[in-house]
């Protein structure tokens, strides 16, 4: 077993230093019905650690059920049994942290409280990035959303539940680190977050010569589905492209490559924007100019990432590329924008309990534009506790 680390211990008095922690977590939905607290609970008698059940979280904050009795042997319905033994650094009365349940309980919420007396030393591994056990540092409070709200940046929360019927609106990109449980009843949405849209441009009639313009690249993105391309005019038969005559959209990047995933530590990986269209024209009686704008495209999709110790989503989370625009002038001339890219949502998480529903697609194209590519959507559960 590890030796223990950021013991709490006041060596001038000679006497622990230890302080009161609270951790809200999600029971395991299967096989060990296991919960790893933070730091390592006192050893004493009466025991320091108590355990309660949550009933409803929905409103904002808790409506607790009944006490948990502790035990010292498998529990049962209404039980909990923590390990005392660790025989670290040679000292019985150290805790490994974890706590098992009873199946019974399983996919419950619970609240626990303990006198914490620091850490056992991790144990690192190569078979996945160190980030991906990063939950923060709770700096942030429990995030229980009662309205809709709009949040972006890094977040560090203790835990968070998001409740049905609130929508969590992400601007641009979210990265968020849980140290507890992460539940999502409501929808997060990152849609239109990502790379910018190509903007209008416009063509023009001069002296009876057709000039035309082409349509504005989308935004290029890091990853996520590719913007689609700009849309062309019936009439000119112009395209948005660059100099190798390729149609214009936003990069695309596959998240499967190797190296992509250590990346999305430091990386927003964006949706790509989809290429406006070239502009419109019409010529009047008279040999009279009217200049006309082209079709804008879409915005791609943002960035959702979460790093939970235990993760439910039984709402929707949704990053999806915005439509691009269309111009029509008359039933011969039309030009739309590309569409935006969808963008991509990345949750890693200890225990997985519930995936629910994930919307990552590209937007239409206007007349004439091309669709935007799909996103990347993926839940990584690394099955330790």
């Not at 979280?57 to 909990?80: D, F, H, K, R």
């Not at 390990?83 to 805790?95: F, G, L, S």
């Not at 010569?209 to 391309?229: D, F, K, M, T, Y």
Request: aromatic share 8%.
């Amino acid at each position: 077993m590890a030796n223990p680390s950021n013991y709490r211990y006041d060596a001038y008095s000679d006497i622990p230093s230890n302080i009161t922690l609270t951790e809200r977590h999600l029971v395991p939905a299967i096989s060990p019905y296991i919960v790893t607290l933070t730091e390592v609970p006192v050893k004493s008698a009466p025991s320091t650690t108590s355990a309660r059940y949550i009933n409803d979280i929905s409103g904002g904050s808790a409506v607790y059920g009944e006490s948990l009795t502790e035990v010292s042997a498998t529990p049962v319905a209404g039980q909990y049994y923590p390990d005392y033994h660790t025989n670290a650094d040679n000292n019985e009365n150290w805790n490994t942290g974890q706590i098992l349940f009873a199946a019974a309980d399983a996919g419950k919420i619970v609240e626990i409280t303990y006198l914490a007396k620091g850490t056992l030393t991790g144990v690192t591994s190569a078979a996945y990035p160190s980030w991906w056990r990063d939950r923060g540092d709770g700096s942030d409070g429990d995030f229980y959303p009662t309205g809709n709200v709009t949040i972006s940046g890094r977040k560090n929360y203790r835990s968070v539940y998001i409740p049905a019927g609130v929508t969590v609106s992400v601007s641009g990109f979210i990265d968020i680190r849980c140290q507890g449980m992460f539940i999502n009843a409501g929808t997060i949405n990152a849609s239109g977050g990502g790379g910018l849209a190509g903007q209008q441009v416009k063509i023009r009639n001069l002296y009876g010569a057709n000039i035309g313009l082409n349509g504005n690249p989308g935004e290029p993105a890091i990853g996520g589905g590719a913007g689609g391309a700009a849309g062309s005019s019936s009439d000119s038969g112009y395209y948005g492209v660059n100099s190798s005559g390729t149609k214009i959209g936003g990069s695309r990047l596959s998240l499967d490559a190797a190296g992509v995933l250590a990346g999305c530590y430091s990386e927003e990986i964006l949706g790509g924007g989809g290429g406006s269209s070239p502009g419109v024209y019409s010529i009047s009686e008279g040999g009279s100019t009217e200049t006309l704008s082209g079709a804008v495209g879409g915005n791609g999709g943002g960035m959702i990432r979460i790093v939970a110790k235990s993760h439910k989503n039984i709402g929707s989370y949704i990053s999806t590329g915005l439509n691009g625009t269309s111009v029509t002038v008359d039933s011969a001339i039309q030009t739309g924008g590309g569409g935006g890219g969808g963008g991509v949502i990345l949750v890693v998480c200890e225990r997985n309990l519930s995936s629910g529903t994930a919307s990552v697609g590209g937007g239409a194209g206007g007349s004439y534009g091309g669709s935007g590519g799909a996103g990347w959507y993926r839940v990584i559960e690394l099955g330790v506790n």
